[in-house]
Every structure is written in C-alpha cells, then in structure tokens.
C-alpha cells in the first residue's frame, strides 16, 4: 500500500524535520530556531476579516512554536502547511520525552505526546503556570511491528499467508532478544503453513524518549507477566543487551531498512510509505488483525464511551476486529498565561484539526484515525479551556 502522492513529499522531509530540529530533546528549542521565538514571544500578524457587520476589523494572529512526537510528524506537517485558518506553526520533531519536557519548561506554545503526564508532572505543571496543563486528544494511531526480510516475504508468499502473524509473547521475546530467529517454536506456532527462514533478527528499538515506546511498552506490560516484571512501561526503558537504537521513528525507520533481519516498532506511516512489511499481531480475543484505517479505529472507538474527562487514558485489551498495539496523540496546552494573540491562534489551529473535513482527510490519508462524533464535540470543549483563565 502505497500514500497518496502528496504525501510522499512530506515523508521524505521527515529524516531533515528530525536533523534541523534536533531529534533527543537535549536543551531547549531557542527564539532563533524558531525564527521569532516561541508564540508568546513571537511575531503576531494583523489581518483583516469579516466579523458580519464591521468589515476590515484588524484582527492580531500570532505564530505558534510546537515541540514533540515524531510519531505524529507526518500529519502534524500536513496540518501545519494546510489549515485553513492560516496559523503558522513552527513543529519541532524531537521525540514526545522532548516535548513533555519542553512543555513544562515553557520553552513552546504546545507539547506533543503519545505519553499522557504522569501525576508528578501534573502538579508540577500547576506549580510551573499556576493552572492546568490541558490534554487535547488530536489522533489515534498504531504502532505495528515492522521487519525487513525478503526471504520471509517470500515464504510467506509461497504459503498463502498475507503477514506474519505474532502474539505478544512472541513480540516481547524478540525485543527481549530471548527470540533470534522467525524459526523459534512459539513464531512457528502462529505460522504453521509457512517455511520460516532461519534469519537472525536484529531489534531495533527507540533511542529517545518516546511516546511510540510508550504505547508500545504499555501493550507489553499490560499482557506479559515476565515483560512487566523486566522491562516495564514507559517513555524510555533500559532495553536488553543485543538490540539496537533509532532516534526518532524517522531512526527506527532507518535502521529497520539497512539491517537484514531488522525489527522494529513504528508509527504506520512510516512503514507503509517506507514499503516495510508489518505483521499481524493477535488481539484479546486471538484474533490476529493486520493494521489498517477500520482495525486502528476499533480500539478508540472500543472506548470512546469511558475516557476520563482530563483524557488520560490507554487503550487496552482491544478485541473484535481491533488491531491491538495503538495510542493516542495529544497536543499539551495551558489553561492560562499565553498572549491573547498566541491562545486565539492556538485554539483556531486546534478547531481546524478537530473539526474540518479536509484535516480528518489528511489523517486518513496518513493512516491516523481523526478524532470525530460526540468524542469530537468534548476535546472541543477542552480546546475552548485554553487561556480561559487570567
């Protein structure tokens, strides 16, 4: 499956996105990358609209500087060069560990996560500002395992069988680098039609701290007793000896492709604009479920119904037709101390994102689910929080 055309202009900017913004988070995005500095020291441009009755009404629109997930960078590109309200957004793609912190440092206007914060960061936020830091929900999206292996391609070919199909076991195993090779009896077991290649497998993980990691490690923690006992969840985690890592998912990318016998976990445009095989992975209900639009959708929607109002939440134990490894992007916010003109821009920006057909389009076209119906209706309500207090 290949992106649409346009798209594949925005993809291969990722690897100079991730180098010009620097991609480990070490340090603060400056005034000086960012042009005119953050949004609340930033230039403001002054328009003229319509409001109905006053015609040419000067109207202040300042630009807006953003830090985080590489996770959600091909959309967030797509975003920032298409909205309609016309909002500049300087997006530095430096990993969702560098984002958080750049957040709470208020080094930006906006944080970028897959990694809702922690309690800790929440009061911190609250001593920081001296009001809420907000979650704004913006995209769902899946992080499929991703290999690079022609002769499994073509045994999986020669037997029929559309992916490969691995469980959680057998995923922790591989990144535990207790699994070195598709011919171990638990991957034989969930293959049984299929000649297995003999091929040493090269893990790649991610280097920085990292939201993709997190919705990865989550999924591991949460359905393998022996992962969560030696590994755990997070951001960041110290990973077993013999894998390798990738900074940014732009890295993974990388890595996966030069390795024969490369594996890896990735946000799914990468993989699929990249032409990297994925696999199937087994759900709750031992379902194994190939990643696409309608399978990354049934997690959300799963738990549309029970997501908390600050909108913390993982998502979990996906069964039916759900493809079980996904996640959740936010855009991080304050409730309070922005410039008029920066909390206006960044409230349209983020109604555009939320509400237009053609941003929910661009989500699809990237394989990310857009956020719609009545979930839609109360992360526009969060978005309306921002610099609602003085």
Do not use: K
């Amino acid at each position: 499956m290949r992106l649409p055309i346009r798209t594949a202009a925005v993809m291969a900017a990722l690897s100079l996105t991730a180098v010009a913004c620097g991609s480990n988070g070490d340090g603060p995005v400056t005034a000086e990358d960012a042009n005119d500095g953050t949004g609340d020291a930033a230039g403001a441009e002054t328009e003229l609209i319509d409001d109905g009755d006053q015609v040419g009404v000067e109207a202040e629109r300042a630009d807006l500087l953003g830090a985080g997930a590489t996770f959600i960078t091909p959309l967030m590109l797509e975003w920032t060069r298409d909205n309609e309200p016309g909002i500049a957004v300087n997006y530095q793609s430096i990993g969702s560990g560098g984002g958080v912190e750049q957040f709470l440092s208020e080094q930006v206007d906006f944080g970028s996560s897959e990694r809702y914060l922690t309690e800790e960061e929440i009061a911190d936020a609250q001593e920081i500002r001296g009001c809420d830091a907000l979650h704004i929900p913006d995209a769902f999206g899946s992080v499929p395992i991703a290999y690079n292996d022609e002769d499994l391609d073509a045994a999986l070919a020669d037997a029929g069988q559309d992916s490969l199909v691995l469980d959680a076991e057998t995923i922790a195993g591989v990144f535990a680098a207790e699994i070195d090779t598709w011919q171990h009896p638990d991957i034989e077991a969930l293959n049984p039609d299929v000649d297995l290649p003999d091929t040493p497998l090269i893990p790649v993980h991610r280097s920085d701290g990292s939201g993709t990691t997190y919705i990865f490690t989550t999924f591991l923690d949460h359905e393998v007793d022996w992962w969560s006992d030696e590994y755990g969840a997070g951001d960041e985690i110290d990973w077993a000896a013999g894998t390798i890592g990738g900074n940014g998912n732009e890295g993974v990318t990388a890595n996966v492709q030069q390795q024969p016998g490369g594996i890896g976990y990735l946000s799914y445009a990468y993989a699929v604009e990249n032409g990297i095989s994925v696999t199937s992975v087994v759900n709750a209900d031992g379902n194994a479920v190939y990643p696409d639009l309608d399978t990354i959708a049934a997690g959300p929607n799963s738990i549309i119904d029970t997501i908390p109002d600050d909108f913390r939440y993982d998502i979990l134990d996906v069964g039916a037709d759900g493809f079980p490894i996904v996640g959740t992007h936010w855009v991080l916010a304050w409730e309070c101390g922005y410039d008029d003109e920066v909390g206006d821009s960044l409230r349209d920006f983020l109604r555009w994102a939320i509400e237009a057909e053609e941003a929910d389009a661009l989500a699809r076209d990237l394989m990310y689910g857009p956020v719609t119906g009545d979930f839609a209706d109360r992360v526009v309500e969060q978005i309306e929080r921002i610099n609602s207090v003085d």
